[in-house]
C-alpha cells in the first residue's frame, strides 16, 4: 500500500490564526480526500483534492475556511483559516490505491486551538 | 441518501472470546464498496477490507472473517479469538463510484485479559 505522511503531527494554535497541513504520497495516486474526525467522533469528509483544479467540497465545508490545494499527484495541502476552538479536530489525508481502489489514511494531525 | 449504522457503541469482551461488529448500509445505487477500519488507540486509521457490492462471498483473513449480505444489507465484521491487542475503535464505511467515504459512528472494542 502507499506510504502516506502527514505534517504536522499534532499542533496547538491560537484563535484566529491559521495552519496549513501537509500530506505527502510516496507513489502517484488519482484521488485525494481530506476528512475531519472532531474529539470522539466518527469521520466526515472536508473535501475532493483535485490535481490541477479547484477542490470539490462537501455540504458544510468552503474554499475560505478550508482552502486546499493538489499541485501534482504525490502532494495536497489543507488550511484551516481563521481557527476557533471548534476547529479543534484530527485531520486526515486519505489516498486511493489505483489498482485496488483500496483507501488509505494518513497518521493525520491532531489539532488543539486555544 | 447513503448511510452506515453501527449500532453498538461499546463492546467489552475476555480475550479469546469471539466477538461480532454490526454494520448496516443505505443505499439506492446497484454498484457500491463496503470498508472496515481500526482505529487503535494510537490515532491512525488503519485499512482492513474493501469489498464490492457485486461479491457476496464472505471473506476470511486469519481471525477476522466478514459477512456481507445484501438481503438484509448487513456487512458484519467478526474476530475469533481476541485478543488485546484487538482493542481499538472499529469503523465501518461506504462508498460508491467517486470513492467519497460515508463512516458509521464506529465500535469501541475493548478485549480485558
Known amino acids: 500500500s502507499a506510504v502516506i505522511s502527514q505534517k504536522p503531527s499534532r499542533d496547538i494554535c491560537q484563535r484566529g490564526t491559521s495552519l496549513t497541513i501537509q500530506c505527502q504520497v510516496d507513489?502517484?495516486?488519482?484521488?485525494m480526500f481530506w476528512y475531519r474526525q472532531q474529539p470522539g467522533q466518527s469521520l466526515t469528509l472536508i473535501a475532493t483534492?483535485?490535481?490541477?483544479?479547484?477542490?470539490?467540497?462537501e455540504s458544510g465545508f468552503v474554499i475560505d475556511k478550508f482552502p486546499i490545494s493538489r499541485p501534482n499527484l504525490t502532494f495536497s495541502t489543507l488550511t484551516v483559516s481563521n481557527m476557533s476552538p471548534e476547529d479543534s479536530s484530527i485531520y486526515l489525508c486519505s489516498v486511493v490505491q489505483g489498482d485496488s481502489y483500496e483507501q488509505y489514511f494518513g497518521p493525520g494531525t491532531r489539532l488543539t486551538v486555544t | 441518501a447513503q448511510k452506515v449504522t453501527q449500532a453498538q457503541t461499546e463492546i467489552s469482551v475476555v480475550e479469546k472470546e469471539d466477538v461480532t461488529l454490526d454494520c448496516v448500509y443505505e443505499t439506492r445505487d446497484t454498484t457500491y464498496y463496503l470498508f472496515w477500519y481500526k482505529q487503535p488507540p494510537s490515532g491512525e486509521l488503519v485499512f482492513l477490507i474493501r469489498?464490492?457490492?457485486?461479491?457476496?462471498q464472505n471473506e476470511i483473513s486469519g481471525r477476522y472473517s466478514w459477512n456481507f449480505q445484501k438481503s438484509t444489507s448487513s456487512f458484519n465484521f467478526t474476530i475469533t479469538a481476541s485478543q488485546v491487542v484487538d482493542s481499538a475503535v472499529y469503523f465501518c464505511a461506504l462508498s460508491d463510484y467517486t470513492d467519497k467515504l460515508i463512516f458509521g459512528t464506529g465500535t469501541r472494542l475493548q478485549v480485558f485479559p
Open positions: 507513489s502517484q495516486v488519482t484521488m
Open positions: 469489498r464490492n457490492s457485486f461479491d457476496e
Open positions: 483534492a483535485n490535481q490541477g483544479s479547484e477542490a470539490t467540497y
